[in-house]
């Protein structure tokens, strides 16, 4: 193991926990991994949380392009990520057009 490989897995292997990856690279993997899976432009990820095994985010996905654009058909995807950052699953949740609003 080179000094590089320890500082991204922390002390791995030495009794205490690897390091675990920033938000921001998290949330910028997980929509271009996402994206580059489905061959789909991957937008904003509406949520991201830590878990014990990685992250899960929720991404949104451009399914259908449209004109106007507001008309374009969205899906909102589950993704979880191992500790990593890489892709472990994802499954497709609900299906709006770019304009919709969620009503609470």
Avoid: N
């Avoid at 292997?13 to 580059?36: I, N, W």
């Avoid at 899976?37 to 899960?56: H, K, N």
């Avoid at 374009?72 to 990593?84: C, I, K, R, T």
């Amino acid at each position: 193991m080179t000094s590089s490989d320890e500082s991204e897995e922390g002390t791995r292997g030495h009794g205490a926990p690897a390091q675990r990856r920033s938000l921001t690279s998290v949330m910028r993997e997980a929509r271009e991994q996402l994206g580059d899976l489905l061959q789909r432009q991957a937008g904003a990820v509406s949520a991201i949380r830590a878990t014990d095994e990685g992250w899960t985010a929720d991404v949104e996905v451009v399914e259908l392009e449209r004109v106007p654009d507001t008309m374009s058909v969205m899906a909102l995807y589950h993704v979880e990520l191992d500790s990593g950052g890489q892709i472990v699953a994802y499954e497709r949740g609900r299906r709006y057009a770019r304009g919709q609003i969620d009503r609470r």
